[in-house]
């Protein structure tokens, strides 16, 4: 199946329009850096004007049949900040951001929650006012120009590594092939219990929108708006806002509606009555500093902050293994479930093997791509997408794990976010080996030839369920392929790229050493990817 990349199938004044847009807010977020605002601080207020403005927008749109005069008080509406100057303006601002953080359960109540005024000097608050937000018309030329403008202001944020802002941003092309594979449908509930800016949220229900949404009926399209098809998780108030607000732009769910993403630790409690038929995920890098988990095994690992988790097969303070676990747990019988992973959950013993071994018994485990490095924002990771199926347990005791594909994405794979950023055409051939919607049976192994003609393996092949269980601790963490840049001493790899490169393989060597020396009751601090 030929793949098309959304850049290349939007129409190029669209692409171009959405493009000015970004610069234009860039421009105005500079401006405010250099008054000491960072850049998620910039684009959290900027998501308050937004939204005042589109309400503006929407109360005065003859040709709208729905009464959005209730959403945001006269007092405090976009008409009443624009109509003000200087002092008083800020004034004001600072009285509606107070006010509207006081509608607790709906999208307007998630984006004002705790929300408090940074802009500090009135003629900058005048110049967003006046000369930015007032002058773009918001609603009117439809959602995904000014969502994608949103969310590529999101993405210029997500380099502002002072804040750590890179944590929560998936790369855009990594999602869209994720989603491709996975093919949402419009009998899907889909959701991320660590939905960050709600990047794969807003992915699934543009594909649902690209396939099927001229065939749904009118209930079905509602339903998006409701929280019963799609919804989030956030545990970071200010991540959970940029989440609310993209998602809206991106039209999905409504101002005055329920909130699709629910802000709180998403590890804190199991899933109760409501499971997800596709999860998509990236839980956040890094270990947990202040937990405590006790899971089946009666182990406990004490830090401050307790979870009891009887659903949990293992007790562990390893954060992305919890993750694994939370979303085994939440995808329903009969779902799916695509979760990016770093390495450590694919190699580490005890809790971790404990958790492997249930993923390939309970679990039909039929996938996993192996990423390079050099496409996320946090140093040094090294990281995988885990694909699986959860299935009613078997009368026979067998396991649900035939075969697991391994699709190796990494070895020769040389990226970097500026020089050499991931694109969604780089997967194709990923996307293209899985098969989406047709039977994992037909997947070929690819195999080449070897400069003596022998036939092995290329990046996509097959482990049977025994012969990575025999693995010592049922290791996943599997490698076939030699490096053809560590074999060709003229690679022609620049300089920048080869010494980038090592910098992150030592990252994360320190950070592979760090977990062991940990789990052999070491006193090593395990820091954050994204800390280093």
């Known amino acids: 199946m030929t793949e098309t990349t959304p850049d290349a199938a939007k129409p190029a004044k669209a692409a171009a329009q959405t493009n000015h847009l970004v610069a234009k807010l860039w421009n105005y977020c500079n401006v ?19 939204f005042l403005k589109m309400v503006d927008e929407l109360q005065n749109d003859p040709w709208n049949p729905r009464d959005f ?31 509207l953080g006081t509608h607790p359960n709906t999208t307007i109540g998630t984006i004002f929650d705790g929300a408090q005024n940074r802009i500090t000097k009135p003629a900058l608050l005048e110049k967003l006012v006046v000369e930015l937000i007032g002058k773009e018309d918001w609603t009117v030329t439809g959602t995904d120009l000014k969502g994608d403008a949103y969310e590529g202001l999101l993405n210029k944020g997500a380099s502002d590594t002072k804040t750590g802002a890179g944590q929560y941003f998936t790369p855009r092309a990594l999602i869209d092939a994720m989603v491709d594979v996975t093919r949402p449908g419009p009998d899907d509930t889909i959701t ?18 690209k396939h099927h949404i001229s065939t749904m009926p009118l209930d079905e399209r509602k339903a998006f708006d409701t929280g019963d098809k799609i919804w989030g998780n956030e545990l970071v108030p200010g991540t959970a806002r940029l989440a609310a607000m993209n998602m809206l732009l991106h039209g999905i769910g409504k101002s005055d509606g329920p909130s699709l993403i629910t802000v709180k ?36 690992e004490k830090e401050d902050t307790q979870y009891d988790r009887d659903d949990f097969t293992a007790t562990t303070t390893n954060k992305q293994l919890n993750f694994l676990q939370h979303i085994m747990s939440l995808t329903a019988i009969g779902g799916r479930a ?36 050099g496409i996320f924002y946090a140093g040094g990771v090294k990281a995988n997408v885990l694909f699986f199926d959860r299935k009613s347990p078997r009368a026979d005791g067998k396991p649900h794990t035939t ?10 794979q040389h990226f970097t976010l500026k020089q050499r950023p991931l694109t969604r055409a780089h997967l194709d051939d990923f996307v293209a ?89 070491g006193e090593v601090e395990v820091p954050d990817e994204d800390e280093i």
């Open 32 to 50: 405010l850096r250099d008054n000491g605002m960072s850049t998620i601080e910039y684009v959290e207020q900027l998501s308050y004007l937004l």
């Open 69 to 99: 005069s209730n959403i945001v008080p006269a007092e405090y509406n976009w008409a009443s900040l624009a109509r003000k100057r200087g002092p008083d303006l800020e004034a004001h601002y600072s009285a509606t951001l107070k006010a």
């Open 192 to 209: 991320d219990p660590a939905c960050g800016t709600g990047g794969f949220l807003i992915a699934a229900y543009a594909y649902i929108n």
């Open 265 to 300: 630790d998403a590890l804190a409690e199991k899933p109760s009555g409501r499971h997800a038929s596709l999860v998509l995920a990236n839980p956040p890098f890094g270990r947990k500093s202040a937990i405590t988990v006790i899971g089946q095994d009666g182990d406990a």
């Open 338 to 373: 695509a979760v990016v992973l770093p390495d450590n959950v694919l190699f580490e013993g005890g809790a971790g093997e404990k958790v492997r071994r249930k993923l390939l018994t309970e679990f039909d485990l039929h996938t996993v791509l192996r990423l390079p490095t």
């Open 403 to 412: 075969d697991t594909w391994f699709y190796d994405f990494r070895t020769g």
């Open 433 to 521: 080996a899985y098969k989406p919607g047709e039977p994992i049976a037909d997947r070929v192994e690819q195999k080449t030839e070897d400069a003596d003609g022998n036939a092995e393996f290329g990046p996509w092949r097959k482990f049977s369920y025994e012969e990575l269980t025999a693995r010592d601790k049922v290791n996943l963490d599997v490698t076939w392929l030699k490096d053809p840049a560590l074999e060709d001493a003229d690679s022609d790899l620049p300089p920048e790229v080869i010494a980038e490169e090592i910098v992150r393989d030592l990252q994360s060597a320190l950070n592979e050493f760090a977990a062991i020396a940990k789990a052999l009751g």
